[in-house]
Each structure stands twice: as C-alpha cells, then as structure tokens.
C-alpha cells in the first residue's frame, strides 16, 4: 500500500497496480497531464510543480471513469495542501523498505568482513605515503567506508526524514559523505592505526 505525504501529515493510498491504472487512465483520457504524470511515475511533487499538477487534477477529474475519481479527489486534496503550505508531496510505499534495509546489512558484513580479512592477512599495507616517509593508509581501513555507507542506507531505510532529507539536498549529502571520510582518516591516525 502506497501512501501520499504532505508535511508531516500522512495518509493511505493505494497500491502500486492501482496507481499504474490511474496513470494509464490519464493516458487514454488524452489530456495534457505532464505534472500529475510525472508525480505518480517518480512519487514526487514540488511546490514549484503544484499549481499546474493541480490545474490538471481539476480537468482530470471529470474525464476519467468512476473507479478511479476517487483517487484523482485525494490526490487534489493533497497537492492543495502541497501549493498552500510550499511543501513538498510524496507517493510512497512505507513498508516497502526491506531490500534496502538487507542491502545495508549486507554492505556492513562486506565492510566488516574486508577490514578484519585484510588486517589479518597483510596489515602492513599501505595505500599512500605522501605525507610521510614512515606511514601510509592501511588498506584495510577502507573497509569502514563500506560500514559507514550501510549504516547511512539502513538509517535511510528506517527513517522517512532522513530519507527526505537526502532526496531533498543532495549537495549536502555529498558533503556529509566528504566529511564522513575525512573523519574516518583523522580517526585513524589520532588511534595510531597508520603504521610507522
């Protein structure tokens, strides 16, 4: 079962066959629809989008077939609240997160797995001795990236603000993933894990 969320609030859908019904509805319907098309195909709207999503909504709603004009109301209903409160909408699925929850397990167990397989077979390895003749980057340390990076997908998959919040600013997402490895490198040399 789909959901629409606008803001904080929340409410129950449909599925995701029902949505493609509706979405080839307006297709047969043969009225230019692109904002209302685009939201059920990537479950997205900005407010930016909204006014004109709601202006095709309004002529939606009396060209399609009875089944699906309830489904068309809701969805009007909540790009209304979209325009009025600048927020952005969202179709989607809340319990649908549990190949994303698997796949952050399993990129910690491969991270978890590199750092102690590699320390144990050649801990001596280094990557870089740029900045010193006697130290370099252990190869194995790298395996924390792929930690980190499942912990970041399994708070995803568990958090809808978080979620949000990395499709609403990616530029700062990047920025949070810079920082998180140069925090990992400092960490690793303040411990004393780069060999002398």
Aim: hydrophobic residues 50%; contains cysteine.
């Amino acid at each position: 079962m789909q959901s629409i969320s606008v803001g904080g609030h929340i409410e129950p859908f449909c599925d995701a066959a029902a949505i493609e019904a509706l979405r080839m509805e307006i297709v047969r319907c043969k009225t230019p629809s692109p904002a209302v098309l685009e939201l059920l195909l990537s479950g997205r709207l900005q407010p930016a989008a909204a006014a004109a999503a709601l202006a095709e909504l309004t002529v939606l709603e009396g060209r399609v077939n009875h089944v699906h004009r309830p489904l068309i109301a809701q969805l009007r209903r909540a790009v209304e609240s979209c325009v009025s409160g600048r927020v952005i909408l969202r179709i989607e699925s809340p319990e649908g997160r549990g190949g994303e929850r698997i796949g952050a397990g399993v990129m910690a167990l491969i991270g978890c797995a590199w750092m102690f397989g590699i320390r144990a077979v050649a801990p001596g390895w280094a990557i870089s001795k740029s900045y010193s003749p006697h130290s370099g980057i252990p190869i194995w340390t790298f395996g924390m990236y792929f930690v980190m990076a499942g912990a970041a997908l399994g708070l995803a998959a568990v958090s809808r603000s978080f979620r949000h919040w990395c499709g609403d600013y990616p530029g700062w997402l990047f920025v949070l993933i810079i920082l998180a490895i140069v925090s990992w490198l400092v960490a690793c040399a303040n411990a004393g894990f780069l060999p002398d």
